[in-house]
């Protein structure tokens, strides 16, 4: 299936972009939830952050950071939150991967990335180290 992102990469479908390379696109998303929103997504069709290999990953960074910066230089906010959505469960709409880079002025209600909630220590333990069992190399 040939994604929304994939038209606009190809030329297809029109967007206002912001920076290009040869990995990555980053375009301002056309439903913003605030002036500058914006999209950077990998070029080629992967769905989510799983997907990705380590050169993809490294230039969706680094393009991230390059937008961010050009955002707070010429938009002036406060601050900026990055949201990356993986599954529909976690509100991922367009199945190719991309991290919306949201700029916030103080007091806005762009958004509100979670409720707070509550755990005990030992289920954080427990968790913890369900998640260190999948982990291959590295240590803590
Ligand atoms: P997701 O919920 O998948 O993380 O976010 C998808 C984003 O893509 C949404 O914020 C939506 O507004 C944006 N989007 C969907 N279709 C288009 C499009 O055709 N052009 C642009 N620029 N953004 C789009």
Redesign the pocket.
Known sequence: MTT?FTR?VSGE?P??KVYEDDLTLA?????PASRGHS?VICKPELASLLDLSDALLVATARTTQRVAQALMRALVPDGFNI?Q?NGAAA????FHY?V?IIPRWAGDAALSPWRPGSADQSQLIADAALIREQLVGGSV
């Open positions: 929304i606009i479908l967007a206002a375009f301002l998303d056309i439903n999209l949201v959505n509100g991922q709409v367009v991309h919306h």
